[in-house]
């Protein structure tokens, strides 16, 4: 049983890893505590029997594992049948000491009200959970600081994490025990990449909500009980092309797309048909694995082509040894990349500096900005709940996941129901949380529309910035 330090390092490793067709680990406490630790940054996903569920794989040999919070005497325990329950990391974040710095308020606590229970399931393991971990960072920031502002409509929140591990088999159990047994009232900042149709039916035919997560997966906008919190995927794709465009005044483009995802699938087949609408010449269009070690073919065939841009659509290590490879030929096109790759390893003299004035598409506002509301909440907010942690694209649209349950949530009575909050998610039109996100409206009983406003980021001097700020581009 793992107990706590009170301390929460976000760059540690603190939930189960469930591999599939392995019995689950042993079970975690029910834990709280703040949010505090050395940068977190993205890695390879764990080995097996690894614990996972912050933001990164455990420490490095030599170094001590923070661990999360401090127990609340609820063990995760299996259920009555003998049949083995998905593990599950029960973390509960009480009511924090004292309002977010710069808030000017007094320490608040949560308003008496019973606590709504909140599951984040999904891949956490992995190379696409090393992509999205940060998520759990960004949702458990947000629910330190809402309980510390008296919670959701005065309920205090609570949240359960668990890892699927990319098994769509697993995904599904893990819903029905939170739902079933666990009794969540909804799913936040969910990393479903791999997983996420696995779950449609079962979260429809249950009217279980999932607010906000990785939302690159087309179940997003395909089913009423997905809301995503910022640009979805066929529109970050193409924005990628579009904003890519909109930096430089070269035309000879080329593309290179992963062969496992269905991100990579998406932009395979949009990028081609966008830069042509809009004047580009396509020159070469290539996939990879993100398995192979080596991109040296790729980088000659887009040379060879004489490939001005090349948009690159795979994971952020995949990105790095492509520009390792191109340096070393010395080739050096303008970078553009989706959201997915965004990674703090691009900043610096990397790759010879390839990646300079790299332009990338992101879902939510520029994760290092504080220049409107939303924003300067979140950063005022890793500030007092994860001091020292670096923020990142994932930690951001974890927490933006995180304050659309909160605005949807302002009128939950005191007995919350989900009809009642599903009602209140029906009811936003054009809402950007303060400018965390991109203009969002749900229909009632309707899959989520698309989300057609990205953000831009670019790669100046060797470090990122926001050359609209926290503007979203809207085609």
Known sequence: MLRDTGQFRPGSADAPTIQPGVPPPAALEDQTGPLTGAPAARSAGPSPGQSVGSSRPSAAPGRTPAKVGSPIPTPVEAPSSGAQRPAIDAASTGPGPSAVPGSGAAAVPTGGGSPILLGE????????????KELITGVRVWVKDVNARGGVAGHPIQLVVADDGGDPARYQAILRDMVETR??????GNSVVLTGTAGREYLEQQRVPVIGGDIVNPVWTGSSMYFPEGATLNEFVNGTVLATAKFTDKKRVGFLTCQE????RVAARE????????GLDVVYEGKASVAQPDFTAECL?????????MLVGMDAASLLRWGKACHQIDYRPRVGIPSAAVDAKLQGDVAGGIFEGLVAVVNNAPFFLADRPGPAEFQAAMAKYAAGAVAQLPTIEGWTSGKLFERAGAALGAEPSRESFLTALWSLQNETLGGLAPPLTFARNQPSPPVRCFFVIQIHEHKFSAPLGSEPICP
């Open 121 to 132: 399931a999904g891949t956490w393991s992995g190379p696409v959970g090393a992509a999205v």
């Open 183 to 188: 009794k969540v009232f909804a799913f936040i």
């Open 261 to 264: 995802a269905e991100p990579c």
């Open 271 to 278: 990028w081609p048909a966008t830069a042509k609408k809009i």
């Open 301 to 309: 065939n887009g040379r060879n082509a004489g490939a001005e841009i």
